[in-house]
């Protein structure tokens, strides 16, 4: 942890101010990296991602009830969880699913076709863990 004016700083998250922004931020990450493990997104989310996700190590888990597509079983390994994971959100009951990457993991809040809210978390040992979190749920979900 770096020392900024005597004191040890650390950023932890960001939550974007609109879903596009968040969007945009998730697409510019998968240009610049190698390793993305993806769970339980929008399938429309996913749809617009694919075409990036071409040449990636990588590993997708949709979320309950979902199918992979022809061209995604192509595009990489797919499950599919067995799991019901969610989150409250304002009162309601939303999904909740993730892109990470090895240093960073954007946390997506959704409902229906509709992006509630995009997070980003940074700080090192959490995504760690995150990243342990999916290889539990790859192992349990349904391969295709």
Known sequence: MPIVDGR???KIS???ETP?????????????????RINGIPMGLLD???????????????PLGEKPSKD???????????AKIY???GGQEVNTGSVA???LIYNIIWLGDEILQISALEYSSCVKCMLESFEGGWRYS???
């Open 20 to 36: 596009e922004d968040g969007i945009d931020e998730i697409k510019k990450r998968i240009n610049k990296s190698r390793k993305i």
């Open 14 to 16: 960001t939550t974007f």
């Open 48 to 62: 617009e991602l694919k075409p990036l996700l071409e040449k990636k190590d990588l590993k997708i888990i949709l």
């Open 8 to 10: 040890y700083e650390a």
């Open 142 to 144: 349904k391969k295709w």
């Open 72 to 82: 995604l079983k192509e595009l990489c390994d797919v499950g599919t969880t067995k």
């Open 101 to 103: 990457f090895p240093s």
């Open 87 to 89: 989150a409250e959100f």
